[in-house]
């Protein structure tokens, strides 16, 4: 059932993304309107850090856990994505994903 909606989606957004006109828009897009309109939690950052990427689950977890505020949490995550964002393009690498 899961890849049902995916690949609706996917055959749904071909026209949109034909016009855009930038590589790495038209490769971002369905990933980031899945993670809006997908199933679970969406429409913020915290909840799709937290299904999508271990690490960043852990890290707020374990802010929120000393009793940092959710907002305070959610910045630091913010932080963390533009600093690693930072290095990936000053090195000119992708990011890849660490399976544990």
Excluded at 4 to 28: C, F, H, I, S
Excluded at 40 to 46: E, H, N, V
Excluded at 87 to 95: G, K
Aim: aromatic content about 6%; some cysteine; overall charge positive.
């Amino acid at each position: 059932m899961e890849e049902d909606w995916q690949a609706d989606l996917e055959q749904w957004l071909v026209p949109y993304l034909e016009g855009l006109g930038n590589k790495t828009r038209r490769k971002m897009c369905p990933a980031y309107i899945a993670g809006l309109i997908g199933p679970g939690d969406r429409k913020s950052i915290q909840p799709m850090a937290m299904r999508h990427n271990p690490d960043l689950r852990s890290i707020y977890l374990s802010l929120t856990n000393k009793g940092k505020h959710a907002k305070v949490a959610l910045t630091a995550l913010m932080r963390r994505l533009v600093i690693l964002a930072n290095v990936l393009l000053r090195n000119n690498r992708l990011w890849e994903a660490r399976h544990t």
